[in-house]
C-alpha cells in the first residue's frame, strides 16, 4: 500500500519545497544504545544526488562518521563526512540507514532530500489558484506519470 505526502507551496519568487520529518539514530546513554529520533525540517532537492544533514545536526547529534565523500559544487571539490541515520517522512514513510552527507545547513531547514530517497517513489509538481502543489507517494507505483500520453 502506497503512503502520500502533499505540500501547497504559496506562489512567491522564492520558491522551495519544505516538508517535516524525523531523523532517526542511535546514541550511546550510560553505555547502553538507545534509538532516538529528532523532529527537523527538510528541503526537497531533485537537484542533489544524494541526501544531506546540516553540520550543525550531525555535531548536535553526535551522529557517527562513517565515510568521506568527494564534493564537486559552484564552491569547488571539497571532501566532506557522511553520516548514517533514518529519515521518516510525514506520512510515516520511513528509509533506513540512510547515508547523509555533510552541508551548511539554512536557517530554514537541516536536511536536504535527494534523488536517493526521491527515487524510490513517485512525485509531480501540480498548479491551483494559490501556488504549486508537491505530491509523492511511496513506493513507486511504477506506473509513469505522463501528461503527453493518450
Do not use: W
Not at 29 to 49: F, H, R
Not at 112 to 140: K, Q
Amino acid at each position: 500500500m502506497s503512503k502520500a505526502v502533499t505540500v501547497h507551496i504559496p506562489i512567491s519568487p522564492k520558491i522551495a519545497i519544505i516538508v517535516d520529518v524525523k531523523l532517526g539514530f542511535y546514541v550511546k546513554v550510560q553505555g547502553n544504545e538507545k534509538y532516538v529520533s529528532l523532529n527537523l525540517k527538510a528541503l526537497i532537492d531533485t537537484g542533489a544526488n544524494g541526501s544531506c544533514i546540516s553540520r550543525r545536526i550531525a555535531e548536535v547529534c553526535n551522529l557517527k562518521k562513517i565515510s568521506f565523500v568527494k564534493i564537486r559544487s559552484i564552491q569547488g571539490e571539497s571532501i566532506l563526512p557522511v553520516y548514517e541515520a533514518d529519515i521518516q517522512l510525514d506520512n510515516d514513510t520511513c528509509f533506513k540507514n540512510i547515508a547523509f552527507t555533510e552541508t551548511a545547513g539554512s536557517k530554514h531547514f537541516d536536511v536536504i532530500i535527494g534523488m536517493d530517497i526521491l527515487s524510490c517513489g513517485d512525485f509531480a509538481f501540480s498548479s491551483d489558484n494559490n501556488g504549486l502543489v508537491f505530491s509523492m507517494r511511496f513506493p513507486s507505483k511504477k506506473v509513469p506519470i505522463d501528461f503527453t500520453a493518450n
